[in-house]
């Protein structure tokens, strides 16, 4: 428990939150402006004048511009290997997209399938719900404070239904028809994580996300800063990269190679039902950090196992 609060708590995405709002007031203060981002918010929704268009396409097209721009960076680096100074920040220092580029194409194709098609059609159902009396108006917003509060309670409700989700997906009967296809990446690269049977895509990628956001009942602005979060942790954990202020990949990345540990995102449950013991005895553990510093990782806690367990 202490480590999921941790983790929570040690999230770089909750620290550029705060520095954007930080930065925000400064500007506020200096320019004699009030509530830049709620009235943002609100110009933003208006620009496109119809609610259900914005719900459905506009939301649609976000999420997955976001999902390909930060997944096809991380791809890039993973040809190219450059720059080279980040190849210090692999947590697999030998694994090579180079050699597996072939695989690309099934993976590319199974993504789009989940994107357009599932994803598209979340939108359109929450959209509808979204019409329904008991609904969330588009443009309602929340402070700063409540947005932290809800971005912290969306952590727990969302390791909870995500931890269970995918250690089901790991149960003999749907392994091998369903969760097999995720872990034919035993070093995965961004774009992978949400490469995946459509049945998993939905109770594991999808719901989690989706049930945590109704049951807090957050505004739609919160919920894309929601969104957005997950999807650049879901990415970089899937990334092979272990980069600088942001969050730690190292924990999700030994369940690739591992297969039968760290089910979960921030570790509480894999401690709470003792899925991660050992990982917590290995070198990863010390290096599964946020790093402020631009070493990596591995120069800051040299493990003299590193080439087992690479």
């Known amino acids: 428990m202490i480590r999921g609060l941790l983790s929570i708590y040690t999230n770089p995405q909750l620290y550029w ?13 200096l320019t004699g402006s009030y509530n830049f981002w709620s009235q943002f918010w609100l110009d933003f929704v208006d620009y496109f004048g119809n609610d259900e268009f914005f ?32 190849d210090k920040y692999k947590v697999q220092p ?20 989940n994107q357009f098609v599932l994803n598209f059609l979340m939108f359109k159902i929450i959209a509808f719900y979204q019409m329904m009396p008991n609904g969330i108006h588009l443009r309602q917003t929340q402070s700063f404070p409540e947005l932290l509060v809800t971005i912290v309670m969306y952590e727990f409700i969302y390791e909870f239904l995500f931890y269970y989700a995918h250690r089901l997906m790991h149960h003999k009967y749907f392994y091998n028809w369903i969760h097999k296809l995720h872990h034919k990446w035993t070093a995965s690269i961004s774009i992978v994580a949400i490469y995946a049977h459509p049945i998993e895509h939905i109770v594991c990628n999808t719901l989690p996300i989706v049930l945590s956001l109704f049951i807090l009942r957050t505004s739609y602005a919160t919920s894309g800063v929601i969104i957005t979060m997950t999807t650049i942790w879901t990415l970089g954990d899937h990334s092979g990269y272990h980069i600088p202020f942001l969050h730690s990949s190292r924990f999700h990345d030994w369940h690739h190679s591992k297969f039968n540990e760290c089910f979960g995102t921030n570790g509480f449950l894999d401690k709470f039902h003792g899925t991660s013991k050992k990982f917590e005895e290995s070198g990863e553990i010390l290096r599964h950090r946020t790093l402020f510093t631009l070493k990596s990782a591995s120069e800051l806690y040299p493990n003299e196992n590193d080439n087992k367990m690479n």
């Open 94 to 113: 030998n694994a090579s997209l180079r050699s597996d580029s072939k695989k690309l194409l099934p993976v590319i194709g199974v993504v789009l399938f």
């Open 17 to 29: 939150i705060v520095f954007v709002y930080i930065v925000t007031k400064f500007v506020e203060l």
């Open 55 to 86: 719900e459905v396409y506009v939301s649609f097209a976000y999420t997955t511009l976001l999902y390909w721009i930060v997944g096809l960076l991380f791809i890039a680096i993973n040809i190219t290997n450059k720059p080279k100074f980040l």
